[in-house]
């Protein structure tokens, strides 16, 4: 095997990258994609995800009409939290933009409801297009950098933070769900050994009961004495 030679470098692997910047890396090369649906006539669909606290949430949504119908896009559009509380709502909507801030993490839902007639053959269905941002991609940092007069390298540095400090909280509440989930399951173990150990005195008591029932049984009968 012949030996490397003197100030070459040596071929090999290249390094694997850090999870934690491979997760930077994925989330900045790879933002969220408006999401489309067709929606029937006399249908609801809604569409569900969970959202840290104290977030920005900001979406953008446009429904078409059927190609050939008489009739505009006709469909309700509400966005609720796990409590039904409304956080907005629209009806007749055709094209807009909302936004608003999570006081708590929860299951957000957003439903839209068609109104026309249900379609034939001829008629299509109505498509649905929602863009919908939370956290950093809901940041306008065209307009930080307006307002705070900031330069574009000062601007991605901004953008960069905000993107740690939102994987620093991610690993934060994943840690405290595993620490619930650890409590839970130490509090189930527990509980289950304490039950084990009652149903095993019990039928340890139900057993000696019937020894000494049987035994007094054959004595009156005289099998046994």
Same mark, same amino acid.
């Given at each position: 095997m012949p030996l490397p030679l $003197?100030?070459?470098p040596r071929l090999g692997r290249a390094p694997l990258l850090a999870p $934690? +910047?491979?997760l930077v890396l994925l989330l900045v090369v790879g933002p969220a994609r408006p999401i489309s649906f067709q929606l029937p006539g006399k249908a609801r669909k809604c +569409? *569900?995800?969970e959202i840290h606290r104290d977030t920005l949430v900001t979406g953008e949504y446009e429904i078409s009409a059927p190609p050939g119908s008489s009739a505009g896009p006709s469909a309700n +559009? =509400?966005?609720t939290d796990s409590a039904g509380h409304i +956080?907005? /709502?629209k009806e007749d909507a055709t094209k807009g933009k909302f936004a608003f %801030? %999570?006081?708590d993490y929860d299951m957000f839902e957003a439903c839209f409801e068609s109104k026309l007639p249900v379609g034939t053959g001829r008629m299509p269905d109505q498509l649905v297009i929602l863009d919908m941002k939370h956290g950093v991609e809901a940041k306008n940092y065209e307009e930080i950098a307006k307002v705070e007069k900031l330069k574009p390298l000062e601007v991605e540095l901004r953008r960069l933070e905000d993107l740690s400090e939102s994987i620093v909280n991610d690993f934060a509440y994943m840690k405290k769900r595993e620490e619930?989930? *650890?409590d839970t399951n130490e509090s189930t173990n527990t509980r289950v050994l304490y039950f084990s150990i009652f149903s095993m005195c019990c039928l340890i008591g139900l057993a000696t009961w019937q020894v000494f029932y049987l035994r007094r049984f054959f =004595? /009156? =009968?005289k099998l046994i004495e």
């Open positions: $003197p100030g070459r $934690p +910047l491979l +569409l *569900r995800e +559009l =509400k966005i +956080l907005y /709502a %801030t %999570t006081e619930e989930m *650890r =004595k /009156a =009968k």
